[in-house]
T-cell receptor, first 111, second 115 residues
Framework: ELKVEQNPLFLSMQEGKNYTIYCNYSTTSDRLYWYRQDPGKSLESLFV?????AVKQEGRLMASLDTKARLSTLHITAAVHDLSATYFC???????????FGAGTILRVKS | DSGVTQTPKHLITATGQRVTLRCSPR?????VYWYQQSLDQGLQFLIQYYNGEERAKGNILERFSAQQFPDLHSELNLSSLELGDSALYFCASSVGVNLRYTEAFFGQGTRLTVV
């Protein structure tokens, strides 16, 4: 069964610091998603990574994908309070029927 | 705004009752997916429909059922509700049938509380 593991599950950061969230998955999927969720809200699509070596950046967030290692990273640069949210990675199940989500990383940025 | 519309936004009901959650996909999208998000299980895939036909099934309880209508909106029916069914239910839609080649967009969700 496909497993998607994120770590850490909880991250408390100081404003201005850098950190990385890791997402490991067990299938050969070459499409990976990162979502942001604010409490009780919907899943906001941040990045869609489509191939090995893909790197995308938006503001203080940068995501990368290594399909050979089955690893994606979400790097946060100079964190600000507005980035506080839960971040999920997700991959398709290998058949394209569904997305399998990681458990999520709760990010808290303290000023 | 993703373009996927879910109603109602909030629902409070008693154990043993039945509710219907509604989803209107983005214009032009043929696939609809239902997910359940709970504190203990995380985000779990329930079921997918494509152009009116059931396409894939996940961990959906027998007390739950869904359908997609000719106008492509979808309904998720939850019956004999239990306290443990309290969760956020998301609908997502995509143009194509295969998530290897198409992106899914999520609605705002329906918060179901069973008391």
């Amino acid at each position: 069964e496909l497993k998607v593991e994120q770590n850490p599950l909880f991250l408390s950061m100081q404003e201005g610091k850098n950190y990385t969230i890791y997402c490991n998955y067990s299938t050969t999927s070459d499409r990976l998603y990162w979502y942001r969720q604010d409490p009780g809200k919907s899943l906001e699509s941040l990045f869609v990574l489509l191939s090995n070596g893909a790197v995308k950046q938006e503001g203080r967030l940068m995501a990368s994908l290594d399909t050979k290692a089955r690893l994606s990273t979400l790097h946060i640069t100079a964190a600000v309070h507005d980035l506080s949210a839960t971040y999920f990675c997700a991959v398709d199940d290998g058949y394209g029927n569904k997305l399998v989500f990681g458990a999520g990383t709760i990010l808290r940025v303290k000023s | 705004d993703s373009g996927v519309t879910q109603t109602p936004k909030h629902l409070i009901t008693a154990t043993g009752q039945r509710v219907t959650l509604r989803c209107s996909p983005r214009s032009g999208d043929l696939s609809v997916y239902w997910y359940q998000q709970s504190l203990d299980q995380g985000l779990q895939f329930l079921i997918q429909y494509y152009n009116g036909e059931e396409r894939a099934k996940g961990n959906i309880l027998e007390r739950f059922s869904a359908q997609q209508f000719p106008d492509l909106h979808s309904e998720l029916n939850l019956s004999s509700l239990e306290l443990g069914d309290s969760a956020l239910y998301f609908c997502a839609s995509s143009v194509g049938v295969n998530l290897r080649y198409t992106e899914a967009f999520f609605g705002q969700g329906t918060r179901l509380t069973v008391v």
